[in-house]
């Protein structure tokens, strides 16, 4: 049985003939303009030629053509993405790719399970990249399909693009000087139910497993969506804990709230303070983002905003298996 479920309470828009996907109802009107379009980038320095083609299409069309692409793609070292909005309070995207080359089965093996999310979800792009030869396809939030090609391959794409009735056009998708993005609106798209995967957090710690994803940052830094250095920021982190007393394993979540220069000094501070909460053990860190000032909780009222110091301040535990223990549920420091 699938992870998740697609919602069935919603009605496709098509207009024109085209398929939105299931996350999108459009203006009145708009739709964007199919076809492809081809661009040449010359390369500087280390970097190669590179084609890229944008290509759009009806959400019918869509996975044929994906799989056309697929067939591209080496049989090793190929390196998932996904790029999706971000809580981080200092940049509005997250990208994650692969940290490690997997083969092209088990990519495959997980694109078709969460296929259905990943063509009918506005709030996501998920993609795919090698680098011997240079290709990557990347499905964007629009679900147009962005095709980057050594020059060599670009007969290969034009070929699928011609098997697939797809013609090249002078411009496809919208027209940001004419069209009226404004009245586009994103709704979600999957049921939202115990034991189901009910959003991207939930798809993305699969993602982490199966595509071994990695945020792409340097953790070891802190600088905001435009590169610049931020130093010690309040961090906001879910994590899951486990214990295991030899008859029975227990599941439970904490909220954590610290402060630190990096991700990676963030990430250490959880995992010392975890070792203090026995019988609880740290399993993984499920959320880890920057927060505001203004956004922390109550209990951290009298929170400095410039803290000289890098340390835990809130643990909250809720265990998933039991009633809220009001004396293990709460720590400071």
């Known amino acids: 049985m699938d992870p998740f479920r697609i919602r069935n309470d919603l009605t496709r828009v098509v207009t024109d003939g085209y398929a939105f996907p299931l996350g999108i109802v459009p203006a009145a009107g708009l739709v964007p303009r199919q076809g492809w379009t081809m661009h040449w980038t010359t390369g500087e320095g280390d970097l190669d030629d590179c084609c890229t083609f944008h290509i759009v299409e009806s959400l019918d069309r869509l996975a044929g053509l994906l799989?056309?692409?697929?067939?591209?793609?080496?049989?090793?070292?190929?390196?998932?993405?996904?790029?999706?909005?971000?809580?981080?309070?200092?940049?509005?995207?997250?990208?994650?790719?692969?940290?490690?080359?997997?083969?092209?089965?088990?990519?495959?093996?997980?694109?078709?399970?969460?296929?259905?999310?990943?063509?009918?979800?506005?709030?996501?792009?998920?993609?795919?990249?090698?680098?011997?030869?240079?290709v990557e396809l990347f499905l964007d939030p629009d679900k147009g399909l962005l095709v980057h090609v050594d020059p060599?391959?670009?007969?290969?794409?034009?070929?699928?693009?011609?098997?697939?009735?797809?013609?090249?056009?002078?411009?496809?998708?919208?027209?940001?000087?004419?069209?009226?993005?404004?009245?586009?609106?994103?709704?979600?798209?999957?049921?939202?139910?115990?034991?189901?995967?009910?959003?991207?957090?939930?798809?993305?710690?699969?993602?982490?497993?199966?595509?071994?994803?990695?945020?792409?940052?340097?953790?070891?830094?802190?600088?905001?969506?435009?590169?610049?250095?931020?130093?010690?920021?309040l961090w906001h982190a879910v994590?899951?804990?486990?214990?295991?007393?030899?008859?029975?394993?227990?599941?439970?979540?904490?909220?954590?709230?610290?402060?630190?220069?990096?991700?990676?000094?963030?990430?250490?501070?959880?995992?010392?303070?975890?070792?203090?909460?026995?019988?609880w053990t740290l399993r993984e860190i499920y959320v880890l983002d920057r927060a505001a000032f203004d956004d922390r909780p109550v209990e951290l009222d009298s929170l400095t905003p410039v803290s000289e110091l890098s340390s835990i301040h809130l643990v909250q535990i809720d265990p998933l298996d039991g009633p809220w223990d009001p004396g293990r549920g709460s720590s400071h420091g």
């Not at 490690?100 to 996501?124: K, N, V, Y």
Request: net charge negative; with cysteine.
């Open 67 to 134: 799989d056309a692409f697929f067939l591209l793609l080496p049989e090793q070292e190929l390196f998932g993405i996904l790029e999706l909005g971000s809580r981080d309070a200092y940049r509005a995207i997250d990208i994650f790719i692969g940290e490690d080359g997997i083969d092209r089965s088990r990519f495959l093996e997980t694109w078709r399970l969460f296929e259905p999310i990943f063509l009918e979800d506005a709030g996501l792009a998920v993609g795919v990249n090698a680098e011997e030869p240079f």
């Open 239 to 279: 994590v899951i804990l486990e214990s295991d007393s030899g008859e029975i394993l227990r599941e439970a979540h904490a909220t954590i709230w610290g402060t630190a220069t990096s991700r990676s000094e963030m990430e250490e501070l959880i995992t010392m303070r975890m070792e203090r909460e026995s019988p």
């Open 152 to 233: 060599s391959m670009q007969d290969e794409v034009r070929a699928i693009l011609d098997a697939h009735s797809i013609h090249e056009v002078p411009l496809v998708g919208y027209d940001l000087e004419l069209d009226d993005l404004s009245g586009i609106d994103i709704r979600p798209v999957l049921v939202q139910a115990d034991g189901l995967i009910c959003d991207v957090d939930q798809l993305l710690q699969d993602l982490k497993h199966e595509w071994l994803l990695v945020l792409n940052e340097d953790p070891t830094t802190n600088v905001d969506g435009r590169g610049r250095r931020i130093g010690r920021t």
